[in-house]
């Protein structure tokens, strides 16, 4: 009988990153001859877009269906960026009402998964208390891996980002500046899923980093693509921002089938968004890395720092100049922190044929 194990995250949204993590452990269960279930906030998009199984939660409110629903698995993968409260104090509840909502009968394990800042006494317990069920931890990241052995999980193997298995389609990069911007996040009491109204700079903002913008390119002798990770909130500012730039600057609203080959048609890549990285990281392009969140920084330190860091506070002002010159110095770093994320998902494939092996 064929092994049916479920996937938790944010699945189900407009976000390509998270489409990316899904992508990849469908790939990685089904190579172990598991059949992959994903949870989803929109069962009805992730079945079009991935063609497998959905279990629907959108909220707590539907954790007594997700358990009748997980009885019916083997096993639970977790991945991406779940354990943080950076942009919502709900983000710790929901997703750990996933692992709390799983039978005992149904093992989970974190694969790849990512730990950000998590706010209070009360969600740090939520989290460390939900996190001990499980009985295989696999962060992305060494500073991931630190947080949670801050809290009393001492048991934690740093392994990557699942998206890191996929294999790009060979791209020449043309002479272009691939530039992912996002708008702020903003931490409220909502939601995640009721924040998807977009919330653009003032028109003052937006002009100073359209020049930037400009004076960065302009000195690396290229053109300015704008690639959008997630199209209900990327795309309008890079529209925005396209309609200020000196020179004419491409805006694409890529597809998670070529969202990645997007990525990779550039020389550099300027980005805000997470997978926007690991995608430059694919190709072994060279990238400026906005520090909007902890994990933006600890992926640019890897392999002693492949990428240039810069606080979105300073992309008004000459340094993005400076820093995409400062990564295309240093390019050759990119394949070596590539090679060394594929490598630790070694550890990854441990926790996924441990997990599938244990649901047999």
């Not at 009885?71 to 692992?99: K, V, Y």
């Not at 995640?192 to 919330?199: D, H, I, L, P, V």
């Not at 805000?272 to 430059?280: D, I, S």
Request: with cysteine; hydrophobic share 45%.
């Amino acid at each position: 009988m064929t092994r049916r194990i479920a996937i938790a995250g944010w699945f189900g949204s407009d976000n390509l990153g998270d489409e990316l993590i899904l992508q990849s452990l469908i790939r990685s269960i089904k190579a172990r001859g598991a059949e992959p279930v994903a949870i989803s906030i929109d069962p009805t998009g992730t079945s079009r877009d991935h063609g497998i199984a959905t279990i629907i939660h959108r909220n707590p409110s539907q954790s007594m269906a997700l358990r009748r629903a997980l009885e019916q698995c083997d096993g639970m993968a977790i991945a991406g960026g779940l354990i943080q409260s950076e942009t919502s104090p709900w983000n710790i509840p929901f997703h750990t009402s996933r692992l709390r909502s799983a039978p005992h009968r149904c093992p989970a394990a974190a694969v790849g998964m990512g730990v950000g800042h998590v706010h209070g006494r009360l969600g740090r317990s939520l989290a460390r208390h939900s996190l001990r069920r499980l009985a295989r931890i696999v962060v992305r990241d060494s500073d991931s891996a630190r947080r949670l052995r801050s809290w009393g999980l001492h048991d934690v193997a740093v392994g990557t980002d699942p998206v890191m298995t996929l294999e790009p389609e060979l791209v020449e990069p043309a002479d272009t500046m691939c530039v992912i911007l996002r708008p702020a996040n903003q931490r409220g009491l909502r939601t995640a899923a009721a924040k998807a109204e977009r919330s653009t700079p003032s028109p003052a903002v937006l002009d100073g980093i359209a020049r930037a913008i400009d004076d960065a390119a302009d000195a690396a002798g290229l053109a300015v693509r704008f690639v959008a990770f997630q199209a209900g909130r990327d795309g309008p500012l890079h529209t925005e921002l396209a309609d200020r730039t000196g020179a004419p600057a491409e805006v694409v609203a890529p597809t998670l089938g070529n969202v990645i080959a997007e990525v990779g048609r550039s020389r550099v890549v300027v980005t805000m968004r997470y997978h926007g990285a690991v995608a430059a990281l694919l190709h072994g392009r060279p990238a400026v890395l906005l520090a909007n969140s902890p994990k933006m920084a600890a992926l640019a330190g890897e392999a002693g720092g492949w990428a240039r860091l810069l606080d979105p506070s300073r992309l008004e002002g000459p340094e993005l100049a400076a820093a995409v010159s400062g990564a295309l110095d240093a390019r050759n770093r990119a394949t070596d922190a590539r090679d060394d994320l594929r490598a630790r998902l070694a550890v990854n494939d441990g926790a996924l044929d441990e997990l599938v092996g244990h649901a047999g």
